[in-house]
């Protein structure tokens, strides 16, 4: 990964504020997020038998959690220019997208958990997270789904002739799906309003992407069918705050689709309980040295921020966090009742 950018010359400060300012907005939105996931992976730890960890009911949170640990920078870059009229298709690893849209964190936290408080009613958990009122319409467990599921909005967005675009984050596995295509051909042929942007954490599971992926990648796909792609660093959060600005502008033109490429990296297993030993020790040591939050904290320094501000920052941040925590387990258990509602079938709700 690069180094900081080189700092704004010219003897006022005016330039520098304004970015520290910017970067300071960012790191707070990086840093809800990364507490979020730590306070999620602690909750969920021992939940079940997996990647030969302890089977165990009384985790907080139950099931694995897919944590992006580290990708905060994709989510808050893109995030920061979306509206609340914007709509947002995610993936297995959504929590900070959906943060990043605008969802309410204790909402969250609580479905997380499988209250009856959270944004889903406990029904949907981190894999079926949604929430409607920001335009979040879903975390999707099926690789690559979340991405015709756009490409639909955004047609009907266009149809109903409503100011609003698309943003349909996928990662680097599924473009090697079929849903890549189909979607990105469609968006095209109907010059619909998305922004795709695969967040390329450069493994799928517990297989390095490069190994299972032929040719330039993501932004080269999207242009072999007359999509313009960017590929950006992904640790780097005014990098991809930039070039999702620059990519949005001509989406909401009217111009047709946009792909953004951020590289950047998981820091943590495939899930919560993966402690990933498949994956090579050095790797993961540079990766670390180059997240991030820790690079957008030297830059704020470096550009005359204060240490002391980040660090109150964190502090508050993680104090949001706990009490959602706290808020999510006091909160009761959804009425057994209510698995019968919003569901599908229509006969009477009985338990077989
Ligand atoms: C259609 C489909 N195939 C396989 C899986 C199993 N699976 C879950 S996550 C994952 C890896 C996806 O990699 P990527 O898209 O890069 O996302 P990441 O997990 O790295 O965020 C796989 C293969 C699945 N959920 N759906």
């Known amino acids: 990964m690069?180094?900081?950018?080189?700092?704004?010359?010219?003897?006022?400060?005016?330039?520098?504020?304004?970015?520290?300012?910017?970067?300071?907005?960012?790191?707070?939105?990086?840093?809800?997020?990364?507490?979020?996931?730590?306070?999620?992976?602690?909750?969920?730890?021992?939940?079940?038998?997996?990647?030969g960890q302890t089977a165990g009911s009384r985790a907080a949170v139950r099931g694995p959690l897919h944590l992006s640990t580290g990708q905060e920078a994709v989510a808050a870059g893109?995030?920061?220019?979306?509206?609340?009229?914007?709509?947002?298709?995610?993936t297995h690893r959504g929590h900070g997208h959906t943060l990043a849209k605008g969802a309410d964190m204790q909402r969250m936290m609580a479905e997380l958990h499988g209250r009856a408080s959270g944004c889903n009613g406990g029904k949907g958990g981190s894999m079926h997270i949604a929430d409607f009122g920001v335009?979040?319409?879903?975390?999707?467990?099926?690789?690559?789904?979340?991405?015709?599921?756009?490409?639909?909005?955004?047609?009907?967005?266009?149809?109903?002739?409503?100011?609003?675009?698309?943003?349909?984050?996928?990662?680097?596995?599924?473009?090697?799906?079929?849903?890549?295509?189909?979607?990105l051909n469609w968006a095209q042929v109907y010059t619909l309003p998305v922004l795709f942007v695969c967040e390329d954490n450069r493994w799928s599971a517990t297989t390095a992407s490069a190994a299972t992926t032929a040719g330039d990648g993501a932004a080269a796909r999207a242009r072999a069918i007359g999509i313009e792609g960017a590929t950006v660093d992904g640790n780097d959060v005014e990098a991809v705050s930039d070039c999702a600005a620059e990519l949005l502008a001509e989406v909401r033109a009217g111009h047709g689709p946009r792909l953004l490429h951020a590289v950047t990296y998981r820091l943590k297993g495939h899930v919560s309980v993966d402690p990933a030993p498949y994956r090579d020790a050095d790797?993961?040591?540079?990766?670390?040295?180059?997240?991030?939050?820790?690079?957008?904290?030297?830059?704020?320094?470096?550009?005359?921020?204060?240490?002391?501000?980040?660090?109150?920052?964190?502090?508050?941040?993680?104090?949001?966090?706990?009490?959602?925590?706290?808020?999510?387990?006091?909160?009761?258990?959804?009425?057994?009742?209510?698995?019968?509602?919003?569901?599908?079938?229509?006969?009477?709700?009985?338990?077989?």
Not at 19 to 44: G, K, N
Not at 78 to 90: K, M, Q
Not at 315 to 336: G, I, S, T, W, Y
Request: glycine share 10%.
């Open 2 to 51: 690069p180094g900081p950018a080189p700092l704004q010359q010219g003897t006022a400060d005016g330039p520098a504020q304004v970015r520290r300012e910017r970067l300071l907005a960012l790191l707070r939105t990086m840093w809800r997020i990364r507490a979020f996931e730590d306070a999620a992976e602690q909750a969920s730890q021992g939940g079940v038998a997996a990647f």
């Open 283 to 352: 790797e993961l040591a540079r990766a670390q040295a180059a997240e991030p939050i820790a690079l957008a904290a030297a830059r704020f320094v470096a550009l005359g921020g204060s240490a002391a501000a980040l660090r109150a920052l964190e502090a508050e941040v993680r104090a949001e966090v706990e009490a959602a925590v706290q808020a999510a387990a006091a909160a009761p258990l959804p009425d057994a009742a209510a698995a019968f509602a919003d569901v599908q079938d229509l006969g009477h709700g009985r338990w077989y």
């Open 78 to 90: 893109v995030g920061v220019h979306l509206r609340r009229a914007d709509l947002l298709t995610s």
């Open 135 to 183: 335009g979040m319409l879903g975390a999707n467990g099926v690789v690559a789904a979340g991405m015709t599921i756009a490409v639909g909005a955004a047609q009907a967005l266009k149809l109903q002739r409503r100011d609003a675009i698309v943003a349909c984050f996928f990662g680097d596995g599924a473009i090697n799906r079929g849903p890549f295509l189909e979607a």
